[in-house]
């Protein structure tokens, strides 16, 4: 008996499989982050992400969860850090009463126009971390739907403790406050009071002041990085602005 031929595959399959191949391609690929309208340039190394100006910032649950310094400070970084894209503590906003230490305006002529502001625990001073107020002025957090809350936390510190300068200024007496704020690991790169792994509140959307603390509450006599860390990196970065 004679074998039958392979039949050709008919011409409509193929369109099919090429136009659903076309597709999945289209539907996969990454989405371009949003065009900076305003501002001007401030940041660079995850910038977007500083500022809740990335595509991820529509995943972030504004609920914000209950914390504490010593719990945020020992979360384990991620080992490679995205530019556009956030890891999971990343993706929710927390609540933490801590002790303010002191801050600064980032003004400097490398500075990204934030307000750094250094943490500690209550239950530990020496234990610290870094929170950031993003500038309206820069490109990303004037387009930032959380903007208004960023001038409004700016607002908040200014009045109850004047103008920050450019260089850290400690406070005394400090204060105990209560903040919100979206979790971020930045790169390290030696920062007043950062945490071992880099674990910050940036940026911060609520500053509320408790109350300031007695002459018998014994301050940190220095605030520096620990000689060891624990911190994500960003390939081929550079060391992040502040």
């Known amino acids: 008996m004679a074998q039958r031929r392979s039949q050709p595959m008919p011409l ?3 369109i099919v499989l090429v136009i659903g191949g076309l597709l999945l391609r289209y539907l996969t690929r990454p989405v371009p982050p949003p065009a900076f309208t305003c501002g001007v340039h401030c940041g660079t190394e995850r910038w977007r992400i500083k ?3 990335d595509n991820d910032a529509s995943r972030i649950d504004f609920t914000a969860r209950r914390s504490t310094v010593a719990e945020l400070t020992s979360l384990r970084a991620p080992a490679r850090l995205e530019e556009e894209e956030r890891s999971d503590a990343e993706k929710h906003v927390y609540s933490v009463e801590a ?3 002191g801050w600064k305006a980032e003004d400097a002529a490398k500075g990204d126009h934030d307000f750094h502001l250094v943490l500690a625990d209550p239950n530990d001073l020496g234990r610290t971390m870094i929170a950031e107020v993003p500038s309206g002025e820069c490109q990303g957090a004037c387009s930032s739907l959380q903007a208004q809350k960023f001038a409004a936390v700016r607002q908040a510190l200014t009045a109850q403790l004047a103008a920050p300068e450019t260089h850290f200024r400690r406070l005394t007496p400090a204060w105990l406050v209560r903040v919100e704020g979206i979790g971020f690991f930045d790169v390290f790169h030696g920062q007043i009071g950062v945490a071992e792994n880099c674990m910050e509140l940036h940026p911060l ?7 300031r603390l007695g002459p018998e509450v014994l301050l940190p006599r220095r605030i520096e990085p620990s000689a060891e860390h624990h911190c994500g990196q960003i390939e081929g970065g550079r060391d992040s602005e502040e």
């Not at 959307?205 to 109350?211: I, K």
Request: negative net charge; aromatic residues 12%.
């Open 205 to 211: 959307l609520s500053v509320e002041f408790v109350h």
């Open 99 to 101: 002790v303010l230490l």
């Open 12 to 14: 409509l399959v193929v």
């Open 51 to 53: 500022t809740a100006f």
